[in-house]
Nanobody, 118 residues
Framework: QVQLVESGGGLVQPGGSLTLSCQAS????????MGWYRQVPGKRREMLSV???????EIANSVKGRFIIGGDNSKNTLTLAMDNLKPEDTAVYYCNARRADNPTESYWGQGTQVTVSS
């Protein structure tokens, strides 16, 4: 059973920075891809950025230029560096990993709360 554990969330002022981490129970490049999503109550979960097995990345327009995804397979860790945070970035942030043998199935972490407020 794959486990994903997020950390690094918290309260930050507008314009501030946070880096989220996702500790996976195995090599992050053993998956089809891994990514970060977020969800606000009452809204659909939103894809922010993914990193594919080959290292290519995709990023949503809503966070492009502010968020950067990274992977360290020596530590089985996925990160999301977030800069210039805005109140509308407030959400629960989730780590996701899609199975290499069946990308229609995926694993999710428990989520970490990010609150951007003065």
């Amino acid at each position: 059973q794959v486990q994903l554990v997020e950390s690094g969330g918290g309260l930050v002022q507008p314009g501030g920075s946070l880096t989220l981490s996702c500790q996976a129970s195995r090599d992050i490049y053993s998956f089809y891809d891994m990514g970060w999503y977020r969800q606000v109550p009452g809204k659909r979960r939103e894809m922010l950025s993914v990193i594919l097995r080959g290292g290519m990345t995709e990023i949503a327009n809503s966070v492009k230029g502010r968020f950067i995804i990274g992977g360290d397979n020596s530590k089985n860790t996925l990160t999301l560096a977030m800069d210039n945070l805005k109140p509308e970035d407030t959400a629960v942030y989730y780590c996701n990993a899609r199975r290499a043998d069946n990308p229609t199935e995926s694993y999710w972490g428990q989520g970490t709360q990010v609150t951007v407020s003065s």
